[in-house]
């Protein structure tokens, strides 16, 4: 069953399982939204179920945080479309939604999906895959980023601004214990300071000086390059023979693929033809060398010999 009821805010609350980092929606952060409402009034209702046994709310969000808000700080009704779900049922659905907006951040859901386990929604991280569509590989991705310590997350500005792959960078350098206590120290002194830089330099700042680098040769730590929009779009491993290009795989379409799989060959194929031609001609070159050595060789030794001959020659008695 479903309808859209037009209700006060103030009597709606929000789901305990709601992704977002609601000390993070602020008059500042929504102010898109509160432009958006005051000119065009709300476009897409939230997502609700009743609430029972609880006087001081009717209604309970399942997905809407920022637009809850947003009707609160202009004290205007709020649309939401009412449905009756279960936990597991309104999970899908939340993750569903915010897969399609793409403006939950992969701090946020990791957190999320860690939460689910705690509270047994799912007894493990590949149930948790099955039931929202996605693979058990990166439901694992976005777990680590949950498990970033306070310390760390604290120098951002905002957690959300801990994209997936710089958090991947951040949970590994955490694990090495030698590295451990010197991005403590360098998190700890970009809170002190103040103001927060862009999240990249606070990436750079936090990993500055911390080396992969170690007896066997592991190779120093892989290069965030990131969009217009700070956000990480692919990264590169430097190897001890090799460079790979990392690009998240939810991310890249196969008409994406052949494009970039035609721009390395574009970039590429020159440069190993000029390489195969300056190796073929430092090959002759070298192989004329080892003629002229040769001949040297062969002269002077000849020339010994006759000398040894003359030398012998005059000595006969």
């Given at each position: ?28 952060s ?35 945080a ?5 009707a609160?700080?202009l ?14 049922e ?5 993750d ?28 493990s ?16 991705r ?8 306070p ?8 957690p ?7 958090g991947l ?5 955490w ?24 999240p ?10 911390c080396?992969?680098a ?12 990131p969009?217009?929009n ?6 590169i ?23 970039i ?26 192989s ?20 040894d ?9």
């Amino acid at each position: 069953m479903r309808e859209i009821v037009a209700v006060s805010p103030f009597r709606c609350r929000i789901w305990s399982e709601h992704e977002r980092l609601h000390e993070h929606i602020t008059e500042e952060s929504c102010k898109a939204e509160i432009q958006s409402f005051t000119s065009h009034g709300q476009l897409l209702p939230v997502l609700g179920r009743p609430v029972r046994n609880d006087s001081a709310y009717d209604i309970e969000l399942v997905y809407g945080a920022r637009r809850l808000f947003v009707a609160r700080h202009l004290n205007v009704p709020l649309l939401v479309e009412l449905r009756e779900l279960s936990d597991r049922e309104a999970i899908v659905v939340l993750d569903i939604e915010n897969r399609q907006r793409q403006d939950v951040s992969p701090y946020e859901r990791g957190c999320s999906y860690q939460n689910w386990l705690r509270c047994n929604y799912f007894q493990s991280q590949e149930e948790i895959a099955r039931a929202i569509g996605v693979s058990a590989s990166q439901v694992s991705r976005l777990i680590k980023l949950a498990r970033i310590p306070p310390v760390i997350v604290n120098a951002f500005r905002s957690p959300r601004e801990i994209c997936e792959t710089w958090g991947l960078d951040l949970y590994e350098a955490w694990q090495d214990m030698d590295r451990r206590r010197s991005i403590a120290r360098r998190a700890r002194a970009l809170v002190e300071r103040g103001e927060r830089p862009p999240p990249e330099k606070v990436l750079q700042e936090l990993l500055s000086g911390c080396e992969r680098a170690r007896s066997n040769g592991r190779a120093m730590r892989d290069e965030v390059v990131p969009g217009f929009n700070g956000r990480a779009l692919f990264r590169i491993r430097y190897q001890p023979r090799t460079v790979a290009f990392m690009v998240p795989a939810e991310s890249l379409s196969s008409a994406a693929l052949t494009r970039i799989k035609s721009a390395l060959v574009d970039l590429l194929q020159p440069a190993m033809t000029q390489a195969a031609a300056e190796t073929e001609d430092l090959s002759q070159r070298r192989s004329q060398m080892r003629k002229v050595l040769d001949y040297s060789v062969a002269s002077r030794t000849s020339s010994a010999l006759r000398s040894d001959d003359m030398v012998s020659i005059s000595h006969q008695p």
